[in-house]
């Protein structure tokens, strides 16, 4: 893809994946950054999926005020997930110390499924990279929906998935540390929720799917042994090779990613090394199916 560029000064440099995602270059981003910028940038995140921001130099303060620029942040319901002086920035890695998430990113997910409103528009920096291991993979899940047979389509229009927190895989690998589960405050205020299997963005009228082996603990609506069978079906046709961007880190790169359309994980580091990403977000709006689509008072409230 030949560089092109916007009136706000941002270059598309190259395509990422031959379904979704690019490359960028343009201003350096911080807390003043004109917001017909970051508009242009929210625009090409919404139809891309995926940006990949050179070139950029951020410090966890700088990354939360450019998150605050972009909508509300979120606050990770786990306090040791914090940045210990910036609590938008959640700290993902193996660093060896008390804070953070110990198990961030192993399975694949998106961010905050296991609330009522998931985070939207996610944004990722690399504070230490390992020599070996890091990369962070992104699924396409409007592509992954596309590529189910139309039985399975029909099949899945109506149904609902459950997601919750403490669905979590061992943090085990290469030295990370498993997460506990909410308890007490945080588990009250974040309890198990329920989203539609078929996610349609309102805007575009874009079918995705959305389940995640991360958080998805079974599907509602179908016989109990029939959406046994389905679920492992849809989290294999969820992250389909097809639809799947691994990216390889750069110095000064900046991820940002629409969490209604990708699916990502990160690959554990070798065993010694260190990882430390850092990652903020901003809130977005409870997951809207077929079903609120026809009949918004479904959700209503």
């Keep these: 893809m030949s560089a092109m560029h916007t ?6 440099t190259g395509a990422l994946h031959p379904t979704f995602g ?10 003043d950054t004109p917001a017909a910028t970051l508009e242009a940038l929210r625009g090409l995140v919404r139809g891309l999926g995926l940006v990949v921001v050179r070139n950029q130099s951020l410090p966890p303060a700088t ?10 942040p979120e606050v990770h319901a786990l306090a040791h997930a914090r940045h210990a002086d910036v609590p938008e920035i959640v700290v993902e890695g193996n660093a060896g110390t008390p804070e953070g998430l110990g198990d961030a990113g192993l399975a694949w997910h998106a961010d905050l499924s296991w609330r009522a409103a998931p985070s939207r528009l996610s944004l990722m920096s690399a504070a230490h990279l390992p ?39 061992s943090g085990a690998q290469a030295g990370w540390r498993p997460r506990p589960p909410l308890a007490g405050a945080e588990r009250e205020t974040n309890p198990t929720v329920v989203h539609p299997v078929v996610r349609i963005d309102p805007a575009t009228g874009q079918r995705s799917l959305f389940v995640n ?18 679920l492992p079906r849809l989290l294999a046709a969820a992250t389909d090779p097809a639809v799947v961007y691994r990216h390889r880190w750069q110095a000064g790169d900046l991820l940002l990613w629409d969490n209604a359309l990708l699916l990502h994980r990160v690959e554990a580091a070798a065993s010694g ?29």
């Design 22 to 31: 690019a490359e960028v270059e343009g201003p350096l981003l911080g807390a």
């Design 131 to 169: 020599e070996a291991g890091g990369e962070i993979l992104f699924a396409h899940q409007g592509a992954a929906y596309d590529r189910l047979d139309p039985w399975l389509r029909w099949r899945i229009e109506y149904l609902d998935a459950e997601h919750d927190h403490d669905r979590r895989r």
């Design 213 to 230: 082996e991360g958080t998805t603990t079974r599907l509602l609506g179908a016989p109990e042994e029939e959406a046994a069978r389905l």
């Design 7 to 12: 009136p706000t000064e941002w270059a598309i």
């Design 63 to 72: 990354q939360a005020a450019l998150t605050r620029r972009l909508g509300h």
């Design 273 to 301: 090394d260190v990882i430390r990403l850092h990652r903020s977000a901003v809130s977005g709006e409870r997951p809207v199916g077929p079903i609120s689509v026809t009949q918004p008072w479904v959700v209503a409230g």
